[in-house]
């Protein structure tokens, strides 16, 4: 039929958008062929001719010039659907829902390198074009340094070597697919005006079902999957986590909830001087007296990456309301064994640990001595009200094969390799290396 149509139009325009639309069909067909756990992603994607951009999407559909994609496929055939997978998989990996304050030649590089790797591991004709060849410098040279290539560690990379705007928009170049303008206006592809509904949270449901797809009934452990995997996983707020460590205790306040001055003052002015209620003078409130910060020192941990934990810990911890005004604090320091104990009574001694703080072993990881050394000091009353021990570590080590009669967080300091198994007994918090350097990281 579109041939009938083709002979009918009437200007070099129309006969352009009408070969545009069946070129962009037969990619989407191609996609559904040979990639089914694509169904979603396709389904929920419209293609819309617009006058103002090459190739590009916002979450709701994909804008078009016609031109644009027979320049393409004249060029190489395969590049139309090479960059409709492109396009879609920003979707997927939730790209294109990013705030306008964002380094945007950081991000723009970082998304496409994410996207273009992804779709390299798939191996497949159907999408393969000439400038892979022109992005494996590059790419080797990123997954030397990042462990999984997503958007968010390889723009963390770039921004942490100080990449320049010029040298990032030049490296680019081969692994453009599509146009991003449109992700940086306010707002942009958050909401779907005509179909009323959340584009992030359609696009997160498509990302969790394919990652599920792919995980369990394809088995498969490719780029495309890690990406998934970690746009998709729960990320929690450590501040939110550290309260489990909390223990109830009574302390003197005005329990500001509970006291009514209305009716207090009431009563003083009607009753001579009797108060219809009296004010509460004790609020119960979460309090943190005994407690264990264990660092893992191995040769995998950054020192870097545990002074920038202590830190942010005692930032917590410090706040009103986190620490009894004398605290009973150990932070100890072991690889294989123990190398290094603090004790800490006050906030002052503590600020004096950070200002002199030096990391000591380097050696291997067995968890186990912390433990032991831990039960020691139970057995001599050196702790008497423990609450909890938080352990910071890569979690590559040998544990304990009891759960001790405290509880316990492993707060794993995520490679970005796969997690690393925790015992059941004990509570896991992953966080990413780019988390714990962000100045914001504990506030």
């Not at 009514?260 to 509460?280: A, K, R, S, V």
Request: aromatic fraction near 12%; charge should be negative; charged fraction near 30%.
């Amino acid at each position: 039929m579109w041939e009938d149509l083709f002979d009918a139009a009437d200007s070099r325009d129309e006969k352009a958008a009408i070969l545009a639309a069946e070129i962009l069909t037969l990619s989407r067909n191609l996609l559904l062929v040979n990639f089914r756990f694509l169904d979603r992603a396709i389904a929920n994607i419209r293609f819309v001719q617009h006058p103002d951009v090459t190739f590009a999407t916002d979450g709701r559909n994909i804008y078009y010039s016609p031109w644009f994609v027979l320049s393409m496929y004249r060029t190489e055939q395969t590049s139309v659907v090479r960059s409709m997978l492109h396009s879609m998989l920003h979707c997927v990996f939730r790209h294109n829902f990013i705030g306008e304050s964002i380094d945007r030649s950081a991000w723009n590089l970082a998304a496409d390198v994410a996207v273009e790797n992804a779709i390299n591991e798939l191996n497949t004709e159907t999408v393969r074009v000439n400038r892979q060849k022109d992005q494996e410098l590059l790419v080797k040279k990123l997954r030397s340094e990042v462990p999984v290539m997503t958007a968010e560690r390889i723009f963390h990379y770039l921004i942490r070597n100080e990449y320049s705007d010029g040298v990032m928009d030049k490296e680019r170049v081969p692994f453009v697919g599509d146009d991003h303008a449109g992700w940086y206006s306010k707002g942009a592809g958050q909401v779907d005006i005509e179909a009323d509904i959340d584009l992030e949270e359609l696009w997160e449901e498509i990302s969790k079902r394919m990652q599920t797809e792919l995980e369990v009934v394809m088995g498969n452990e490719d780029a495309l999957t890690q990406n998934l995997r970690d746009i998709n996983r729960t990320r929690y707020d450590y501040t939110e986590f550290l309260r489990h460590f909390g223990v109830h205790g009574e302390v003197m306040h005005l329990s500001d909830e509970e006291f009514d001055i209305n009716y207090y003052t009431y009563g003083m002015d009607h009753y001579g001087n009797i108060p219809l209620i009296e004010p509460l003078e004790y609020k119960d409130e979460r309090k943190i007296r005994d407690f264990v910060i264990a660092i893992d020192t191995s040769g995998s941990v950054k020192g870097e990456v545990v002074e920038k934990f202590v830190r942010h810990t005692h930032d917590i911890l410090a706040r009103q309301e986190s620490f009894e005004t004398r605290m009973n604090l150990y932070i100890i320091q072991c690889d294989d064994r123990i190398e290094d104990v603090a004790h800490i009574t006050s906030a002052d001694k503590f600020e004096e640990y950070l200002r002199t703080m030096e990391i000591r072993g380097l050696g291997e990881t067995d968890f186990r001595p912390v433990f032991a050394y831990v039960n020691q000091l139970i057995v001599e009353k050196k702790l008497t009200d423990l609450r909890g021990l938080l352990y910071f570590t890569d979690g590559k080590g040998v544990f304990p094969a009891a759960k001790p009669d405290y509880d316990v967080a492993f707060i794993i300091h995520d490679d970005g390799f796969r997690k690393q198994w925790v015992p059941d007994w004990a509570m896991k918090l992953y966080l990413e290396e780019e988390e714990i350097l962000d100045e914001r990281f504990g506030h």
